[in-house]
């Protein structure tokens, strides 16, 4: 446990990540930061199954992928065993919680067009931005695809794929997710 906060210390100042208050982090995160990654107060992050009886397949991965991308998360929010990765901009609002598997991402990270991939393997991809607003809850192993904005208490179910807006106070469940009012 020791060793996992200094490990977690020492990745935060080396990769520059700026937080505004106290984050808990249980077990190690893994961090790439050729951006900016900018965490808020009271959140935590779980990363290992030892602090989350899902069963988390992996530490949490916080990502930028070039110098003008960014990650912002809010106050409050929990994440468990995520991949967050950012080509462009990805917001987390405040008292999200974000369930174990989780992946989040606002790149294809590789072209569509086969003749783009063997000219360059990454270049030509598209990005979008993502933004979840406060209050929404992410199941286990959801996919959130670049584009997608997910409204106020929002709640995206176990497994979904979201490939579109869900609008505030909706349930997104499925693959691809089909989109409903919360009752």
Not at 67 to 74: K, M, S
Not at 88 to 111: C, E, M, R, S, Y
Not at 150 to 164: E, F, L, M
Request: proline residues 5%.
């Amino acid at each position: 446990m020791k060793v996992d906060a200094l490990y977690n210390s020492w990745q935060f100042r080396k990769q520059q990540v700026h937080y505004t208050g106290k984050v808990n982090i249980r077990g190690r995160i893994i961090i790439k930061n050729k951006g900016q990654i900018v965490i808020g107060e009271n959140v935590t992050i779980n990363n290992s199954s030892e602090f989350n009886p899902v069963g988390l397949p992996h530490p949490t991965i916080l990502a930028t992928l070039n110098p003008q991308a960014t990650v912002l998360i809010g106050n409050n929010t929990g994440i468990s065993g995520a991949a967050i990765v950012s080509a462009q901009k990805i917001i987390i609002g405040n008292n999200v919680l974000i369930g174990g598997g989780t992946a989040i991402w606002d790149t294809d990270f590789h072209p569509v067009d086969p003749a783009q991939r063997l000219l360059h393997l990454t270049h030509g991809a598209k990005s979008a931005p993502i933004v979840i607003a406060d209050n929404v809850f992410i199941g286990a192993r959801a996919v959130i695809l670049k584009g997608v904005t997910i409204g106020k208490g929002a709640i995206v179910g176990a497994g979904a794929v979201v490939n579109k807006d869900v609008p505030e106070n909706c349930y997104a469940v499925g693959n691809p997710a089909i989109i409903k009012l919360i009752d």
